[in-house]
């Protein structure tokens, strides 16, 4: 029996800066992205099951992992990518604004310190940034860099 194909679907909010666009990316929470930077940033995103609608699941996550209700505008779709663990990530483009200290995420749980019997809670993200996307494709999950591409190539359209 093949095993299911893990798939995540998220949002990336963007703005117009000084002339340049700038993306909102949340740096991933937990003990084993703490000290690590580089490639350790993401869009906001989350899994979801077959029966969920993927762009219903994009802004259900961005409402869990920032504690900001949806921008408004109308989201703009930048396709799929597939991430080195094999997971397929769906994604979105939405304008908006939003202050990064005014970010609350949602928690998960694991055993930490490993093997210790104990469990520890964990923000998802544990703190947002808004990058330029030269800065951003430095930051970003490698395989999401395509999305910072496909954004500015969509922008460059309209």
Known sequence: MAATTRRSAGILLHRQRDGAIEVLLGH???PFWSRKDEHAWSIFKGEH???EEPLAAALRELGEETGLPAPTAAPLPLGEVKQSGGKRVTAWAI???ADPQEIVSNTFTMEW???SGQQAAFPEIDRAEWFDLETARTKLVKAQAAFLDRLAEALRGT
């Open 113 to 115: 310190p490993p093997r």
């Open 49 to 51: 099951g077959e029966d």
């Open 95 to 97: 304008a908006g604004d």
């Open 28 to 30: 991933m929470g937990g």
